[in-house]
């Protein structure tokens, strides 16, 4: 089995906060898209106190970049970052948090920084994600977040020790270069180690399935299209709104179409995935409650990137 660790991918971590990392918050519909496709989604979460000793601010003189020891540990000062209950420690408003299983909350021991999701950076005290991966069945864990060459990285090597196999998805995630080519340095060392390093389309492959629950008016439009094209909407249907998944679509179905026409029909189709992906996904109840928001007037231009015919799937009558 597989699980995906989404790393600290927080608010501070993200432009606009304390400890921004270039361009993290781009990897965030990437995280989306990923996390359906695993057996088990665990966050991790930086979690500091204010007194935290990796912050500049609580060592007068020190700058942001210096290094210090800590508890007999070489230790970067970073800025404020993360403080417990704040709004940067918190997960931003566009990922999807009801995928996540679990979350570990690391960071806390004011004396000792936790790069890891894993262990504190001394390896002196467990998180308990390694006991939970494993208490699940979980054999191999693939890594997205923030950032690259620093809580991933330390993520990454701490599975392998675990036993784990490990996967890096690199265009899941995002580094602070804190020197010049720190990024291309993590990515050979950890494929030195072992780790594998792919990129989500490798994962994902080149289409999505997509379902949508119809009634019989809409069926006959299909059947005019021999199944190869959507009907245009009606001027107060704005919206084309396929779901992500089978189970979904049947509840619509028998919970609204039948209820207006007596039958309700679920259909598949798959779409080319690179033209759905400035479209946002949308949470809009329970994790399986998931749904692409896809304005009226490119309706036509979705049916040109329809791969294949349209499925009917499931018929529910009353």
Known sequence: MKALLVIDLQNDFLPGGSL???EGDQIIPIVNELMPEYDLVVATQDWHPADHGSFASNHPGKEIGETID??????????????QGSDGAKFPDELHTRRFDHLIRKGSHSQIDSYSGFFDNRHQ????????L????????HLVGL???YCVKFTALDALQEGFEVTLIQDACRGVNLSPNDVPKTITQLKNK??????SGDLLGPTVALYRPI???ELTKLEASNFTAWPPRLPDQPIFYPVLNQAYAEQIATEWNIRDSGTGYVTRFEVDRNFLKPYPRKIVGGSQHEELWIPAEDLEELNRHLIGKIEIINRFET
């Open 20 to 22: 921004a990392v270039p």
């Open 70 to 83: 800590l508890g007999g540990l070489e230790q970067i000062l970073w800025p404020i970052h993360c403080i």
């Open 125 to 132: 005290k467990s998180t308990g994600l390694s006991d939970l």
């Open 134 to 141: 494993k208490r699940k069945g979980i054999t191999e864990v």
């Open 147 to 149: 950032a690259t060459d």
């Open 194 to 199: 072992g780790v594998k390093i792919l990129k």
């Open 215 to 217: 009634g019989p008016e």
